[in-house]
């Protein structure tokens, strides 16, 4: 039963696929990629919490939990609703200037601003490099997601499962088969979690759940986990939105109001992570002897729940990975298309774009089968890149002046800091790493752009 309901679903959402396409032809390039920035609030709503609230919600969320104790999972809790006062302010600056310079792309703001063909490859590639382990997040969890069901198939089968139907999704209607799928994706989590929640609160009790999870694992911090939680949270709070494919989601919206009205409504969704601590609880407290701490939920949903109802459960962690898969390959692609490739004539970047998503999934399903992790790890590593663009954005957005060598320099030096700290596992006392390379990248960016203004000729009085 939970196999017929769980496909009943995913045919459920290739339908809504197919219907995004209705009224709207033969798409150009912008229509593909950010919907002629045409979207209301009510898809821009779904679209960006769609991205927002993805398969790490579900797995990454209470497996950290699970492997580490409930102190670690504050700081997912943390970024998430300072981002969204963050968003809040920079949103409608970002669609602005995304509107000013024509952009579809995070690159496509960098070039028109800075007027820099280097500045714009550095973001490119860079983007491209720390999205492939987000990717690799979303297979990672769709894997523990699809296991749930009882599929007696090897990892890597499931693996290519899930990037054709990610594939097909985004080769139906772009970024509009994204935005309707987003709201049967939304829909569907919210029930997952609370039904799970409230399953292991009927069965067992919500202070015996606590209690006997106590036993095994800490809710205390001592000093170093609070600093890291506190810096993790001001990091990641102000990386959220340079995602390169939160940027483009941005785009799509009709006017800079639009995104302000999501923002407000945004952190609604946290109501439901309470839900997610029962469940994740209850694996601590049952002693469950999983594979992979990833198993962690779907551990409580199998347990507890009838086949009907794990089918709903396993579709909606499915759509959460494969709509952001979906995201990330619509910004990947354009980014390969528009600014690794200028001037490729507009009639063939769409189709080129498609043929750098194939081979994006590709690299993800490779980091996927040869460096398995905890998805909160996986988390982490992509902010530690993308979250060095933000003084770059925030120079575009305030219509700054400052010399694209500086900004170039600061990116780089950041982003290679992050991964030398990152794989020697350097400890600066619990703050984290990313944080103290975004403060390099600024130092860094500020004093080139000092040391290299003209100098002024000296005068003889």
Known sequence: MSTIVFLGFIAF????????RKGHGAQSVHDFFVASRQFGAALVFFLAAGEIYSIGTMVGFPGGIYAKGPTYGIWFLGY????????????????????????????????SHYG??????????SAILFLIPWGQLQFTGLVA????????????????????????????SGVRASAYIAILKDILMVVAIIVTGVAVSWEYGVHDVFHAASQHVSNTMNTQQL???????LFQALGFYMMPFAIQNFFTAKTANTIRRTQVAMPLYMLMYPFLVVASYYAI?????????????????????????LGLVTAAAALSGLLVLAGICLAIGPIVSRNLLPGMPESKQKRSAKMVIVCYLLASIVTTMFTPNLMLTLINTTYYGVT??????????????????????????GQLLAIFFYTQQVDFG????GFICLAVNIAVTCVTNAVMRPVKPFAIP
Do not use: C
Request: a positive charge.
């Open 13 to 20: 959402s290739l339908y809504l696929a197919i219907r995004s």
């Open 80 to 111: 998430i609703l300072l981002a969204y006062p963050i968003g809040y302010f920079l949103g409608p600056k970002i669609w602005q200037a995304g509107k000013r310079h024509n952009a579809i792309t995070l690159p496509d703001l960098f070039k």
């Open 116 to 125: 820099s063909r280097a500045l714009e490859l550095v973001v490119a590639i």
């Open 145 to 172: 997601a699809l296991k749930g069901l009882g599929w007696h198939f090897e990892p890597l089968h499931l693996i290519l499962i899930s990037a054709a139907l990610a594939f097909t999704y985004i080769a139906i």
């Open 227 to 233: 600093k890291f939680s506190m810096s993790t949270m």
């Open 285 to 309: 407290s049952a002693d469950l002897k999983l594979a992979s701490p990833n198993d962690a939920f779907f551990a409580a949903a199998v347990h507890l729940l009838p086949g009907w109802l």
């Open 388 to 413: 060095q663009f933000l003084p770059g954005v925030l120079i575009i957005l305030f219509h700054l002046k400052v010399r694209p060598v500086a900004v170039g320099l600061g990116i780089v030096v």
């Open 430 to 433: 619990g703050v984290n790493l």
